[in-house]
């Protein structure tokens, strides 16, 4: 009975556990991009390609280093071979022949060998491509926490904006009921129509629609938010930023006034990069066309016995050394080597038009996101005017409504408008925030590195 009260304790205390909520994890932008940039599976993924180059660097290298191998063989003969040999040669008589073994029962042998690469034209070339297959791998890391960076902005700003807007609708759902309630009084007292009371509800309903919708994309940017961060998407998250205040911080005009060489853009950096492993790809066809030298060393010993003795101190064994080189002259191979050698020209060549294409591209996309930016200022700008002009314009069709001045359908006319307002300038604050991160990303050279 004391066991089986124990297992149940057991239980109870494992379900509380489970229970118990998660603790709240509270982020401001910085802390959100910081932890994105060290969590972030992507983020990860392309750290563990530049351990993979690291070591791919030294494999290259070691090619060309002392190699070491060595090897035991043993051999026991359960039934030995029989060679034939003529008679005369063990006392017989002529034209016979006598089987005879030949060794003894068991062997065993040992060999440790030293190979030395000494020239190779192929070993030289893939020296020299290490460090462009480790940039290759870093540059990829630098534009993949540029996009991890990107991403946790969006997706921080769009739970900003997420939280505004089910703030803001619950603000109008709170005025329009109390609108509704005050004309339900006024229709029941007989000075107003019923379809003033109608109308009323139809925006109400309206406004209890989209608040669902909007708390249900909540918990979705939420969750959109966490897989930005590279933390499990029901972790509990807590923002200390403000979209508004965000919105504010991202206004620079000094950006719009920088640039930067084309060449330090990472998307350039990227194709410059690929356009070099091509370059060294023809230089690795071409010096397969060289001979190769290589060197070796080895040093042997070999026991024989008819009985398993090789750890006695009796057993003799008997040593051997071979040292020589081994010289590879490529003189003819039917067309095949130029024919690749072109093949890695020709794909040398489409390399840097496609490094030209990039420059050419970059350079578009950085005076495209300029003008996005642009227009992001105007029109967060332009969304403020347009609400403060909205919210003038509702409070007056709601005192004219209530005065007799003004009908429920203006009244509703001036509510959309402003509801439309509103989202537009959460939109507009949410827009300046990207575009700045898009041109931060073009423009970006914090990274640049050619280590």
Request: net charge negative; hydrophobic share 40%; no cysteine.
């Amino acid at each position: 009975m004391k066991y089986l009260s124990s297992i149940i304790f057991g239980f109870l205390w494992m379900g509380l556990s489970a229970q118990t909520p998660q603790e709240t994890l509270s982020l401001s932008l910085e802390e959100a991009i910081a932890l994105g940039l060290e969590n972030n599976y992507s983020s990860i993924r392309s750290e563990k390609e530049v351990e993979k180059a690291l070591k791919q660097k030294w494999e290259i290298i070691s090619q060309g280093l002392p190699q070491i191998t060595g090897d035991v063989d043993y051999q026991n003969f359960l039934k030995q071979p029989v060679t034939i040999i003529p008679g005369e040669i063990a006392g017989g008589e002529p034209g016979t022949f006598v089987p005879v073994r030949f060794g003894t029962k068991q062997n065993l042998n040992g060999t440790a060998t030293w190979n030395q690469l000494i020239f190779d034209g192929s070993y030289i070339v893939g020296v020299q491509s290490a460090r462009t297959l480790l940039q290759i791998s870093k540059n990829a890391k630098v534009k993949t926490d540029l996009e991890v960076r990107k991403a946790v902005i969006n997706a921080y700003g769009n739970v900003l904006m997420a939280e505004e807007s089910v703030a803001i609708l619950q603000n109008n759902l709170e005025n329009v009921e109390k609108n509704l309630s005050d004309t339900q009084k006024i229709y029941e007292n007989g000075l107003a129509e019923e379809e003033d009371v109608e109308q009323l509800k139809i925006t109400r309903l309206g406004i209890e629609n989209n608040l669902n919708r909007s708390v249900r994309m909540l918990d979705i940017a939420y969750q959109v938010l966490n897989m930005a961060l590279g933390i499990p998407v029901e972790k509990p998250v807590t923002l200390t930023e403000d979209l508004d205040n965000l919105a504010v911080q991202f206004i620079d005009l000094q950006v719009l006034e920088k640039s930067i060489p084309v060449e330090e853009n990472i998307d350039v950096r990227i194709a410059a990069n690929t356009a070099e492993a091509a370059n060294i790809y023809v230089r690795l066809e071409k010096a397969k066309a060289l001979p190769t030298l290589n060197g070796f060393l080895n040093y042997g010993v070999a026991g024989y016995s008819d009985d398993f003795t090789f750890f006695d101190e009796e057993q003799e064994y008997f040593g051997q050394s071979i040292l020589g080189l081994s010289l590879n002259i490529p003189i003819f191979s039917s067309g095949m080597r130029s024919s690749r050698t072109k093949q890695k020209e020709l794909e040398y060549e489409q390399a840097m038009l496609d490094l030209e294409e990039t420059k050419n591209q970059v350079r578009l996309e950085i005076e495209s996101a300029k003008s996005n930016y642009r227009y992001s200022l105007e029109n967060y700008q332009a969304q403020q005017e347009n609400l403060q002009l909205a919210e003038r314009i509702e409070n007056k069709n709601q005192i004219k409504f209530f005065e007799g001045l003004a009908s429920s359908f203006e009244l509703s006319e001036a509510q959309r408008q402003l509801y439309a307002a509103q989202q537009s300038l959460l939109e507009a604050m949410l827009e300046v925030i990207n575009a700045k991160v898009e041109l931060e990303n073009i423009l970006d050279t914090t990274h640049y590195s050619e280590d």
